[in-house]
């Protein structure tokens, strides 16, 4: 059984517009979206802002309800979960955000932030502390930094709080929306690479959540390429870097910079703007921009389909 399952799921938000404010139409965020994570994997989730992916996640852990589909975590589904499922849910379940600084209470103590979890959870018991220091030491940081605050650290560190509060009393998956973007590049890989170890020490699985695709590249297992709230390519990591199928994983691979210097490698610009969510263009959503599009393309849309049995590769496009 996967540890996540995720079935037509929809997120649409209304949009109001009138001097009564009424509805007038629908942000299409996340639209029939299939993914499925098995135990101890990475799923990179990538593409550009406002493609859905941060709503994806959101639906994903419950923060968010959905318009349609399903969401089942190791079988069970967590819209049908009664508040109390749903609490034992988080626990299980946990996310890291982009902006430690603005998911940290200021006025709390790091070790106040990370108890504050034990209290929710009612799993507080005379060793926390011991136990809340020996999570901060498996992040890297100090045991003398509980008593310290929030804007007491640099960027790097205070997402390693972000990351003990999300590691601590046994998560299962974490869901982890951009937590490298808001640091420096240097910070960036000692982040992914502690990531990584406490995914083998912890056993723990990751929807890793990014718009840049070199660094989902180098934590995922699987990929899964989104635009405008559709999945359009899914594969595994090599498979998406080596033989990409789909004409927007295609562009957002030719941007990312070769570290060869000798290797001369051509850029696909894509035309425009990212179209809006509210008013989809009809047929592939992404014909709009892509330099392959041909009639077809704005009449039907291609439904994401099995390009290799095999390696489980699957893409929407019409033409490949
Ligand atoms: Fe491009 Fe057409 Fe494929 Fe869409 S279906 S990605 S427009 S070639």
Known sequence: MPMLEVRNLKKYFPVYGGVFLRPKGWVHAVDDVFITVQKGETLGLVG????????????????????????????????????????????????????????????????????????????????????????METVGL???????YPHEFSGGQRQRIGIARAVSLDPELIICDEPVSALDVSVQSKILNLLLRLQRELDLTYIFISHDLSVVKHISDR????????????????????????PYTEAL??????????????????????????NPPPGCRFHTRCMYAEDICSRKEPLLSVRNTRREHFAACHLF
């Open 48 to 135: 550009e802002s406002g493609c859905g992916k941060t709503t994806l996640g959101r639906c994903v852990s419950g923060l968010y309800d959905k318009s349609g589909g399903e969401v089942f975590f190791k079988g069970e589904d967590i819209f049908a979960m009664g508040r109390a499922g749903l609490k034992a849910l988080r626990l299980k379940m946990q996310m890291i955000f982009q902006d430690p600084f603005e998911s940290l209470n200021s006025r709390q103590t790091v070790g106040q932030i990370l108890a504050e979890k034990y209290h929710i959870h009612q799993k507080k018991y005379p060793g926390m502390n011991e136990e809340i220091a020996r999570t």
């Open 142 to 148: 100090e045991k003398e930094d509980m008593e310290k």
């Open 223 to 246: 990929i899964a390429v989104m635009y405008l709230g559709k999945i359009v390519e899914e594969a595994d990591a090599d498979t998406i870097y080596e033989n990409p199928c789909h």
């Open 253 to 278: 691979i030719s941007a990312i910079p070769d570290p060869d210097p000798d290797k001369t490698k051509k850029r696909l610009i894509l035309k425009g703007e990212i179209p809006s969510v509210e």
